[in-house]
Nanobody, 120 residues
């Protein structure tokens, strides 16, 4: 059974920084894409940043230049360094692993979410 566990959320003031981490556990042979999504109250979940196994990255326009995603393919972990945080970055941040190669049919997994709150 593959599980994603996030850590690193919290409360920070505008302009501050946080680092989110996510670790995938279980029998995993490889993960195609790992990334972060967020959901603000009353809004749909949206992509924040993703990183392919080839190191290709994709960022939402709203976070470009402020957030940086990184991953360790050997440990099946992904991190998100968030700098210059704004109140509009507030939300629940979810880790996602797509194209997971494991002894199960499921290939798409989500973490339980971690709260990020940016105060003005």
């Amino acid at each position: 059974q593959v599980q994603l566990v996030e850590s690193g959320g919290g409360l920070v003031q505008t302009g501050g920084s946080l680092r989110l981490s996510c670790a995938a556990s279980g029998t995993i042979f490889g993960i195609y894409v790992m990334g972060w999504y967020r959901q603000a109250p009353g809004k749909q979940r949206e992509l924040v940043a993703t990183m392919h196994a080839s190191d290709e990255t994709n960022y939402a326009d709203s976070v470009k230049g402020r957030f940086a995603i990184s991953r360790d393919n050997t440990k099946n972990t992904v991190s998100l360094q968030m700098d210059s945080l704004k109140p509009e970055d507030t939300g629940v941040y979810y880790c996602r692993a797509e194209g997971v190669r494991a002894p199960t049919r499921q290939s798409d997994y989500w973490g339980q979410g971690t709260q990020v709150t940016v105060s003005s």
